[in-house]
């Protein structure tokens, strides 16, 4: 398992590359839930940043797959 200091690199460096090449998404990362360990002490969970990193890939490929290649197909 990484370490949280890369997977919150990795989470900055997605989130600007979609804030950068892919405008029309980001403005719809706010709804992108986001749960920091359910326990008492409120500790970020490596486990939950893994989580959120992979719901960030997700919705990127989603978009990338959905969106631009029908964009490139010929009409």
Known sequence: MKKLNELMQEIILLTTKIETE???????????????????EK???????E????SLKELLEHHITTHISRSNMPS
């Open 22 to 40: 892919y405008p029309e998404l980001y403005r719809y990362l706010d709804e992108t839930p986001l749960v920091i360990c359910d326990t008492e």
């Open 43 to 49: 500790e970020i969970c490596l486990a939950d940043m």
């Open 51 to 54: 989580k959120h990193l992979e």
